[in-house]
């Protein structure tokens, strides 16, 4: 399975990002997937999942301006980000969570730097 993040950017405060996350090895449809971020000096933090069933979850934070989807036929994982604000700056990183013989198993992509300026 790999993951290949892109779509980080440079953007005004207001603005808006849509990050994509391009699969092979699985079909996005029957695995769940997400993304993670990383801010400067913190941990890295859990920003939207949505399930294999469909089920989406958000932080907080993003509720109302963040948007995870998924294209099947284009194995891709989406985050539409809106009304970006400062504190939305880190690295993103997708993931995907699946089921192998040997049990189950967390791929990653490499991450794209999504910075905001005031």
């Known amino acids: 399975v790999q993951l290949q993040a892109s779509g980080g950017g440079l953007v005004q405060a207001g603005g808006s990002l849509r990050l994509s996350c391009a699969a092979s090895g699985i079909v996005v449809g029957f695995v769940d997937m997400g993304w993670y971020r990383q801010a400067p000096g913190k941990q890295r933090e859990l920003v939207a999942t949505?399930?294999?069933?469909?089920?989406?979850v958000y932080v907080d934070s993003v509720k109302g301006r963040y948007t995870i989807s998924r294209d099947n036929a284009k194995r891709t994982l989406y985050l539409q980000m809106n009304s970006l604000i400062p504190e939305d700056t880190g690295v993103y990183y997708c993931?995907?969570?699946?089921?192998?013989?040997?049990?189950?198993?967390?791929?990653w992509g490499q991450g794209t730097q999504v910075t905001v300026s005031s």
């Open positions: 949505i399930t294999s069933g469909g089920s989406i």
């Open positions: 993931y995907a969570e699946y089921p192998t013989t040997s049990g189950r198993r967390t791929s």
